[in-house]
C-alpha cells in the first residue's frame, strides 16, 4: 500500500485543518488504518485510528477536537480547535487485514507514507 499525506499547514490556535491520505496499491484488503505523530519521549504515537468495520479510536489529547474518517481511496483527519502543542509531522498508516487494537494496528507490517506538518501558533 502506498500512502500519500496532503492538507498540513500553519494555523492560529482554535483554528482547523483538514489531513487528506490518498492510498493506492492493495486497496482490495481491508485496511486498519490511523494517524501518527511523533512523541519526544515515545516515538511514533497514534492520535487516531480506524478499523475496517468503521470502528475508531481516538488519543484522549484530541478526543472531541479530532475526527477520522474514511472513503476510499481517502483516509482523512478533520482538525479542530488546534493548539500549540498539536503542532508535530503527522503520518498516515496501514496495515492490510490489520485487526484494529486502541490506537494500534496489529497483525501486519504498516506502511507509511511522508508525513505532513501542522504547525499551530499561539
Known amino acids: 500500500v502506498q500512502l500519500v499525506e496532503s492538507g498540513g499547514g500553519s494555523v492560529e490556535a482554535g483554528g482547523t485543518l483538514r489531513l487528506s491520505c490518498a492510498t493506492s496499491?492493495?486497496?482490495?484488503?481491508?485496511?486498519?488504518m490511523g494517524w501518527f505523530r511523533h512523541d519526544p519521549a515515545k516515538g511514533l504515537e497514534g492520535v487516531a485510528t480506524?478499523?475496517?468495520?468503521?470502528s475508531t479510536n481516538y488519543a484522549d489529547s484530541v478526543k472531541g477536537r479530532f475526527t477520522i474518517s474514511r472513503n476510499k481511496p481517502f483516509l482523512y483527519l478533520q482538525m479542530n480547535s488546534l493548539k500549540p502543542e498539536d503542532s508535530d509531522m503527522y503520518y498516515c498508516?496501514?496495515?492490510?487485514?490489520?485487526?484494529?487494537?486502541?490506537?494500534?494496528?496489529?497483525?501486519?507490517?504498516?506502511?507509511w507514507g511522508r508525513g505532513t506538518q501542522v504547525t499551530v501558533s499561539s
Open positions: 498508516g496501514a496495515v492490510p487485514r490489520g485487526r484494529l487494537s486502541g490506537l494500534h494496528c496489529l497483525g501486519g507490517t504498516y506502511s
Open positions: 496499491g492493495d486497496t482490495y484488503s481491508p485496511l486498519c
Open positions: 480506524i478499523g475496517s468495520d468503521g
